[in-house]
């Protein structure tokens, strides 16, 4: 018989439908939702709330002694079996309603939960716990006969639900005799038939994901890790303005007992060209656009300089707090609400915009093009970067103590005016494309000059400093330098052997602000492994790419960081930065299709696990 106390852990799956998302445990606990939308308040926070048994949603079956859960293939659709020690069992539906209605996306504020019984007469209990406020416990304002209010600070949330209220308001046990269903969401009233209702939504729900992922660009290997990577993508898009989240939690720390707990709920501009392309890959062309406006959309607010991070409406950000009435994950606090290096001085965002923006210019997929127009809005921001590619900077990492004038920076300085000369070059506007050459070169030459260590045999982490740090790998993939260069390999060889721990990256091995790093930056990882098949070690990627897919969750899903001693999960999650990693390493290293039924070859090889996938899906779910 199961009888454990809840321990957070971030084996769990996201569900969500482009306006809200939510975190569910292994056995169908509700435990991380924000409320109205991806930002916002967390109505279930039992993530977060250490030892405290509030902000959550779950059902209790009596006697329960096993739970699976798994999604319905090619959705984010969740079901979760609970089983008795009599042989009861329920299964529990979780989805967020997504599909098209009235010829618009149709994704409101909620969430719906289907429980069903399967066999014998199984007895549950609904719990409802909700917070407000991050982590006080939302009061009951109201219940009538099919619903129930809960008043969370300034709004409201509504459970409606055909079980008998009172079982839920009491925490009742009862036999469950028949299919229910809760809403949770708005405080809007609903007419029709809950039942159908939840068939209905469930049923449409499942289409647009199988038909959006119909319209994937995939590649031939490791299709399922991909597609499992495009979703969490998804919902990590906040679809009414095309942000699209760096991760859907906060304050997961980056390691065991750790202060470095942030709130990942914002859009980070450097994020832009990691996600655009692979977007772009997959030919999801219309999340990319949604992105491309969104991030052209803080081009033309064109008041002050570019910061690292937005809101997800991009003049709402919220100054960086802790939040008192939560312990944190596992007791790990701080929580924190706001991310203050919204504040920072990052010189990467420039070319990290122009970098994104530069699909509009070449992607004849797209309704509408880069112009003139858009090329002079552009412009101003080269102009920040060439003023500002010598000037120190808090860098990649958001140092929050010290500032360097950071490699990462100066080479993503070099990158916006790299890429307006080739903007400027494929409009005819010769000499704008001569004057950003020449200030691309001078850059180049100033970086070449001070980044490079022939004492480390490496670029380094910052102008005229011996440390190491794993951001260098971008430079062939950024094309400010050819993977053959030599200055680049022997880069690639000396981060291999400095800043690897059993087998994962770290971002840099010095001491920062909070003191010596320990867990390994996913995102990292990943550059190195594109990095090794850039300069043609492609099998040590390969077996350093498939020994990373298994540190996913049981979901399919990777956070920010991992630790190297351990092999477990730490920091917020889904991290958009890991899952555009996983899609263009897989994308990068995969075989071709026309290479599917090669017999000959080293590389040809299904183990049983690929095999009973294959066999899965020739018959369904």
């Known amino acids: 018989m199961i009888d454990n106390p809840y321990r957070s852990s971030l084996d769990v799956a996201a569900i969500g439908n482009g306006r809200v998302a939510a975190l569910i445990d292994k056995g169908a606990r509700i435990v991380w939702w924000c409320y109205p939308r991806l ?78 019984p399967l066999r014998g007469l199984p007895r549950v209990t609904i719990r ?40 839920i308001v009491h ?39 199988v038909s959006w992922v119909r319209g994937l660009a995939v590649s031939y290997e490791w299709q399922p890790e991909i597609i499992r990577a495009a979703i969490l993508l998804k919902l990590c898009t906040f679809e009414e303005t095309g942000a699209i989240t760096a991760a859907l939690t906060t304050s997961i720390p980056e390691a065991p007992n750790t202060p470095r707990t942030w709130d990942y709920r914002f859009c980070w501009l450097r994020d832009a ?57 596992r007791g790990m ?57 010598l000037e120190p900077d808090a860098g990649i990492w958001e140092y929050r103590g010290r500032q360097r004038i950071h490699t990462h920076s100066a080479t993503m300085c070099w990158v916006a005016c790299d890429r307006l000369a080739r903007i400027a070059q494929l409009l005819g506007l010769q000499e704008r494309a001569a004057h950003w050459n020449s200030a691309a070169e001078k850059i180049r030459a100033e970086i070449l000059a001070r980044a490079w260590n022939e004492k480390r045999g490496a670029f380094t982490g910052a102008f005229d400093h011996q440390e190491l740090d794993a951001s260098v790998l971008l430079l062939a993939d950024l094309g400010f330098i050819p993977p053959s260069d030599p200055r680049f390999v022997k880069t690639c060889t000396t981060i291999g052997r400095e800043l690897m721990r059993n087998g994962l990256m770290l971002r840099y091995a010095a001491e920062d ?54 092999g477990e999960l730490w920091g917020n999650l889904p991290q958009t930065y890991s899952m555009a ?10 075989r071709k299709w026309e290479d599917a039924w090669t017999t000959s070859g080293a590389a040809y090889h299904v183990d049983e696990q690929a095999a009973a996938r294959l066999m899965a899906a020739a018959y369904g779910r």
Request: charged share 20%; aromatic share 10%; proline share 4%.
């Open 333 to 389: 606090g701080p929580v924190r609400l706001g991310n203050l290096a919204s504040d920072q001085l990052q010189h990467d965002a420039y070319g990290s915009v122009i970098l994104g923006a530069t699909h509009m210019f070449i992607d004849q997929r797209l309704p509408r093009m880069g112009d003139v127009s858009l090329f002079r809005e552009l412009e101003a921001l080269g102009e920040q970067a060439q003023n500002l590619y």
């Open 513 to 566: 602000d909070f003191g010596l790093p320990e867990s390994s930056f996913l995102a990292c990882q990943f550059w190195y492994i594109d990095a090794l098949a850039s300069i043609g070690r492609a099998g040590e990627a390969r077996e350093l790419f498939v020994e990373l897919l298994k540190h996913r969750n049981s979901f399919g899903m990777l956070s920010e960081d991992l630790h190297p001693a351990t």
């Open 128 to 167: 409802m716990r909700p917070t407000h406020s991050y982590g006080q416990v939302a009061p009951i304002a109201s219940h009538g006969s099919n619903h129930i209010r809960y008043l969370c600070g300034a709004s409201a949330v509504r459970v409606t639900t055909d079980v008998p209220v009172s079982y």
């Open 39 to 116: 930002d916002g308040d967390p109505v279930f926070c039992r993530l977060l709330a250490g030892d405290e048994e509030k902000g959550f949603c779950d059902v209790v079956l009596d006697g329960q002694v096993s739970a699976t859960s798994s999604y319905i293939r090619n959705t984010c659709i969740l079901e979760t079996i609970l089983v008795s020690d009599s042989g009861a069992a329920v299964k529990v539906t979780d989805f967020a309603p997504r599909f098209w209605r009235f010829d618009r996306s149709f994704h409101p504020t909620q969430l719906m939960r289907r429980i069903e």
């Open 273 to 329: 060209y990691f996600v655009i392309r692979a977007l772009n890959r997959l030919g999801a062309t219309q999340s990319m656009e949604n992105y491309l406006d969104y991030i052209t959309t803080i081009v033309a607010d064109g008041k002050g300089p570019l910061k690292p991070l937005y809101g997800i409406v991009h003049n709402d950000t919220t100054a960086e707090q802790v939040a008192p009435d939560l312990q944190g994950y």
């Open 581 to 590: 990693g996983l899609i263009n390493s897989a994308m990068t290293l995969s």
């Open 171 to 209: 925490e009742t046990p009862f036999a469950l005799t028949h299919a229910a269903t809760l809403v949770i969401g708005s405080d809007e009233p609903i007419d029709s038939s809950m039942d159908a209702l939840s068939r209905e939504f469930l049923e449409r729900t499942r289409d647009f994901w």
